[in-house]
């Protein structure tokens, strides 16, 4: 496809454009990777949100019933 | 106020954003690949620009993104000062980054389009000025978000700037009805656009926004964790005091 004297213009906007949007979209998988292993880190450590803890005493004593 | 307020709960927006998630995925891809066969093979050049039309199926659609972007952190702003709406800071700092990465497509490609039709990459006029004012607006919310440490601090300061800062998408829209501009009025609303441009248009519109909703509920589902993640820690800095 012959897109004239102005291909480096059209060219260029859809590059920048598949950059900027692949990058953010890698940035933010990246981001949220490494936030879902500190939070698989944390409770393979046994830490818990004080929320969690509150929620698992008061089912505790259900349970053994 | 129904839904936000079944959406407000962060376990229930977890739930149901990881369920519509990889919906939002596919119909941005699906339409992306549409429009851009539309972009190129699928439509004509036009009889005054030529082929540099083209431009005109991202052009506009990252800068009608980054205003989007902004006026969804307005509402969240609101809803951070009056409501103390628990997903409201979430959504600020989650979208200023995508707002940030859409205005700076919006400046790159309208300049790519400024050359070849008006012979220059840049002019300070009230359109392109404010814009680039918005591009700004979005780098300094993200470097709030970045230096204070206390969530909610930032939320708060945030909010107020955002609010403030809003003043500046009616100047954007109406900019080229009120000054005189190097840019051209928005055709599409007034019927001005031939209909063979209107397909790749309209699929690369909805393929962005289905983009962007899919890269907002990515990072807002990683802000709610981050702040599941600081909870914990701080919980196990406390335990072992």
Not at chain 1, 14 to 30: K, P, T
Not at chain 1, 47 to 52: E, L, Y
Not at chain 2, 136 to 147: H, K, P, S, V, Y
Not at chain 2, 202 to 229: A, K, N, P, W
């Amino acid at each position: 496809m012959d897109l004239g004297d102005h291909a480096g213009f059209i060219i260029g906007g859809y590059l920048a454009s598949f950059v900027v949007i692949v990058g953010l979209i890698v940035f933010s998988i990246n981001q949220s990777r490494k936030v879902r292993a500190r939070l698989a880190e944390l409770e393979a450590r046994g830490v818990r949100r004080r929320s969690d803890a509150r929620s698992a005493g008061r089912a505790a004593p259900e349970a053994k019933v | 106020m129904g839904i936000t307020n079944t959406l407000a709960n962060p376990t229930r927006f977890m739930s149901y954003s990881g369920k519509i998630l990889p919906v939002t995925w596919a119909l941005a891809l699906v339409m992306i690949l549409a429009g851009l066969y539309y972009a190129f093979p699928g439509s004509p050049p036009d009889y005054q620009m030529g082929e540099v039309v083209r431009l005109m199926y991202i052009h506009p659609q990252a800068a009608w993104l980054a205003m989007l972007t902004y006026v969804l952190m307005a509402i969240a702003a609101l809803g951070t000062i009056i409501w103390r709406h628990p997903l409201a800071d979430v959504l600020q700092k989650a979208a200023a980054p995508i707002g940030a990465c859409f205005a700076l497509l919006g400046l790159i490609t309208g300049m790519l389009w400024g050359q070849p039709t008006w012979g220059t990459y840049w002019v300070w006029d009230a359109r392109l000025t404010s814009f680039l004012i918005l591009f700004i607006m979005f780098l300094g919310l993200i470097a709030i978000w970045a230096t204070v440490d206390d969530p909610g601090r930032a939320a708060r300061i945030a909010a107020i700037l955002t609010l403030v800062g809003a003043v500046n998408i009616p100047i954007i829209y109406f900019s080229v009805q009120i000054w005189s501009t190097l840019h051209q009025p928005q055709g599409l609303l007034q019927g001005q656009t031939d209909e063979h441009f209107l397909p790749p248009m309209f699929l690369m519109l909805g393929g962005y926004t289905f983009l962007f909703i899919s890269i907002l509920l990515l990072r807002m589902r990683t802000e709610i964790l981050g702040r599941r993640v600081r909870t914990m820690q701080l919980t196990s800095v406390t335990a072992e005091a």
